[in-house]
């Protein structure tokens, strides 16, 4: 396991978490519920990132330059373009819940199989704040379009996932 390009990669994706978070607020801010459930995410999203930081650094790191994230990408191939506001912001917030969800799963193994009792125990709090902000996603996703909707498209958007992750190769080095 390449703990280096682990904590490099997660420092991305925690930056670009925070980010899209704050595109989202202001994006929809008229969205009450968004940005009062969001503000938060992006504050813990940035303190992850700090932490991550602290690992690298204790580990005499320093952050690299940024990978080229192929699931985020391919992910974003499938989002459906087009339609009113309410349409795009189901894509955006699905797909941030799918990448959430992700990311809790990924930190689930590095938790069980990091050697490391420090950076185990690290990994366990970040998965149980991951799996709030998935469910935070989708919770908002059903404050404002209908549930039926929101369930169909996501379960449609699982599946083309699934064939993105039988294509993708399995690596050691990365978050997704």
């Known amino acids: 396991m390449n703990i ?17 978070c704050i595109s989202l607020i202001i994006a929809y801010p008229e969205k009450d ?24 650094r204790k580990r005499g790191y320093g952050l690299d330059r940024p990978r080229k994230d192929l699931y985020v990408e391919k992910l974003s191939q499938v989002l459906r373009r087009g339609g009113n506001r309410e349409q795009q912001l189901l894509e955006k917030l699905l797909m941030n819940a799918l990448i959430e969800a992700r990311s809790c799963e990924r930190f689930k193994l590095l938790w069980k199989n990091i050697s490391d009792p420090a950076l185990s125990e ?9 799996a709030g902000h998935y469910r935070n996603f989708l919770a ?16 449609a958007l699982l599946q083309e996932e699934a064939a993105i992750m039988l294509q993708m190769e399995v690596r050691d080095d990365r978050m997704h």
Not at 43 to 51: K, Y
């Open 122 to 130: 690290f990994y366990y709090e970040l998965m149980v704040s991951e």
């Open 4 to 20: 280096r390009a682990i904590l490099v990669d997660h420092a991305y994706c925690e930056q670009k978490a925070a980010s899209s």
């Open 33 to 56: 519920k968004l940005v009062e459930v969001l503000t938060p995410v992006v504050a813990e999203e940035w303190s992850h990132f700090e932490r991550v930081m602290q690992e690298l």
């Open 140 to 155: 908002l996703a059903k404050e404002y379009i209908p549930e039926e909707e929101v369930m169909e498209r996501w379960r």
